[in-house]
Every structure is written in structure tokens, then in C-alpha cells.
């Protein structure tokens, strides 16, 4: 399978743990992003890297969020000291593109679905 | 800010028409339509750049109007297939144009 893959895809934690999510961009796209969705709601823009460079942050991600892309192949995103505001489905796209503006369609994995007690 | 999407839901009888809106307050670069399944990722439809145009396969169509920051996506002869949750997303010059913000979805139940 070539496509966006997300592991895992489902991970239970207790409010304070640390947890960490995978994403595996299809091979040749230099462009990822991470959104969170939450039931009933629009994925939300967490995120985005273009190669191993973030270029964009949401400016509603608390710090207890990073993410990285080294060498601009597979990303992490790690949460600490979660929340039960944590609990939500993170959705990791990636494309490919080189202009300044998005014309690329995003291939979404499946997603991690977070749940924090 | 988000777009807003209308209605927020429509049920459909097999073989009707829908059409799904999407209102920006920005000026847009583009618009992106996708539908997600429960329990499953989104998946891309379509995507309409500016300059008015109007894409469309099989019998989903969308069109955009820029000066408005209006999108509306059209189903028409509804299949079984179309239930799921359409969500349009918008790239601006705010975020350079490089990431969709995506509006609350509207789900459309198809039913027989």
C-alpha cells in the first residue's frame, strides 16, 4: 500500500502521559500536514511541514505540541502532559507541491484516534 | 476563520439533487471539496482555483465564485454512494496559500 499510513491508530492514556503519533507520507511528497478533527467537526489545521522545514504552526497549539519531519520523510507528533481536550482524531495529509499556493489535492491516512481518561 | 458550510445536513431520496455551499469572509486562492465516510479519511473530490471556473465529473459538479468567496458543490441524481460528510476547504492569503481551512461539513444521508 502507497499510501498515508498512520500508526497507531488507536492509542488510550491516562490525562498527564505523554503520547506520540507516526505518519508516513506517500514516498515522493514533500509537503505534510497534521489536522485534528474532533466528532461532528471539520478537520482543524494543526500543522504543516514542507520538506523537514515547519513553515506554518496553528497559533491555537498549545505547547505541550511538537511536531517534527527529520529529513523530511516520516513526521511525529508528540502531545505532552495530555488533556482530556486531547481526545480527538489526528489526521496526518501530505501532497506534493512546489508553488506558493496549494493546487494539490491532500491524501489523508486513516488517522490516530486519542483518547485520554 | 473557518468557511461556512449550508445546509449542515440533507437527506436525499436515490436519484435527487443536492447542492452543499461554502462561504469564506476571506479572499480565496482556492477551494478543495472532500467527502469522508464514518469512520474512514477524507477523501478528495475536487478542487477549484480562481478564476470562476467550473469543474465537475461523473454527476459531481462544484463551481466558484471568487469575488463572492462562495463555493457550492452540486450531486445530482444522487447515488447510495454519495451518504457521507462533504467538507469544502479554503487556501487564502493569510496562510500563504499553503494549508486548507476546512468548514464544518455537511452531512448527506442518501437514502433508497
Known amino acids: 500500500d502507497t499510501g498515508v499510513s498512520q500508526n497507531p491508530r488507536h492509542k488510550i492514556t491516562k490525562r498527564g502521559q505523554n503520547v506520540t503519533f507516526r505518519c508516513d507520507p506517500i514516498?515522493?511528497?514533500?509537503?505534510l500536514y497534521w489536522y485534528r478533527q474532533t466528532l461532528g467537526q471539520g478537520p482543524e489545521f494543526l500543522t504543516y511541514f514542507q520538506n523537514e522545514a515547519q513553515l506554518e504552526k496553528s497559533r491555537l497549539l498549545s505547547d505541550r505540541f511538537s511536531a517534527e519531519r527529520p529529513k523530511g520523510s516520516f513526521s511525529t507528533l508528540e502531545i505532552q502532559r495530555t488533556e482530556q481536550g486531547d481526545s480527538a482524531m489526528y489526521l496526518c495529509a501530505s501532497s506534493f507541491g512546489t508553488g506558493t499556493v496549494l493546487t494539490g489535492e491532500l491524501f489523508f491516512g486513516e488517522g490516530s484516534r486519542l483518547t485520554v481518561l | 476563520q473557518q468557511p461556512v458550510q449550508s445546509p449542515q445536513a440533507v437527506i436525499l431520496r436515490e436519484g435527487e439533487d443536492a447542492v452543499i455551499n461554502c462561504s469564506s469572509s476571506?479572499?480565496?486562492?482556492?477551494v478543495h471539496w472532500y467527502r469522508q465516510k464514518h469512520g474512514e479519511a477524507p477523501v478528495f473530490l475536487m478542487i477549484?482555483?480562481?478564476?470562476?471556473e467550473q469543474k465537475g465529473h461523473d454527476k459531481i459538479s462544484a463551481s466558484f465564485n471568487e469575488k463572492k468567496q462562495q463555493s457550492s458543490l452540486y450531486l445530482t441524481a444522487s447515488q447510495l454512494s454519495y451518504s457521507g460528510t462533504y467538507f469544502c476547504?479554503?487556501?487564502?492569503?493569510?496562510?500563504?496559500?499553503?494549508?486548507?481551512?476546512f468548514g464544518g461539513g455537511t452531512r448527506l444521508m442518501v437514502k433508497p
Open positions: 477549484l482555483l480562481k478564476g470562476g
Open positions: 476571506k479572499a480565496l486562492y482556492s
Open positions: 476547504g479554503t487556501a487564502d492569503p493569510t496562510n500563504a496559500g499553503n494549508m486548507l481551512t
Open positions: 514516498s515522493e511528497h514533500n509537503r
